[in-house]
């Protein structure tokens, strides 16, 4: 049976191991069993940065009384 992975530490940290797991497999040299879980880690690494992202905009949208603005940079 697999373990369970342990939820990422943060947003980046998710993105840095769906990068790794993405090299990974686009080599091609890992076994099946190997390439199957990676693949299952990174669906959840998926869904943990899209809950990241969405948690982060709601949060956006409160503060900004519920409209959701362009963000405006200063020309740097």
Same mark, same amino acid.
């Given at each position: 049976?697999? &373990?369970?992975?342990? !939820? +990422? *530490?943060? #947003? $980046?940290?998710?993105?840095?191991?769906?990068?790794? %797991? %993405?090299? !990974?497999? =686009?080599?091609? *040299? %890992? +076994?099946? $069993?190997?390439? @199957?879980?990676?693949? &299952?880690?990174?669906? $959840? /690494?998926? &869904? #943990?940065?899209?809950?990241? /992202? !969405? *948690?982060?905009?709601?949060? @956006? &949208?409160? /503060? $900004?009384?519920? =409209? @959701?603005?362009? /963000? =405006? @940079? +200063?020309? !740097?």
């Amino acid at each position: 049976m697999a &373990k369970a992975n342990k !939820a +990422p *530490d943060s #947003f $980046e940290s998710a993105l840095t191991q769906l990068e790794t %797991i %993405i090299q !990974a497999m =686009e080599n091609g *040299d %890992i +076994p099946l $069993e190997t390439a @199957l879980n990676q693949y &299952k880690q990174g669906i $959840e /690494l998926i &869904k #943990f940065c899209q809950n990241t /992202l !969405a *948690d982060a905009e709601q949060q @956006l &949208k409160v /503060l $900004e009384n519920q =409209e @959701l603005k362009t /963000l =405006e @940079l +200063p020309n !740097a």
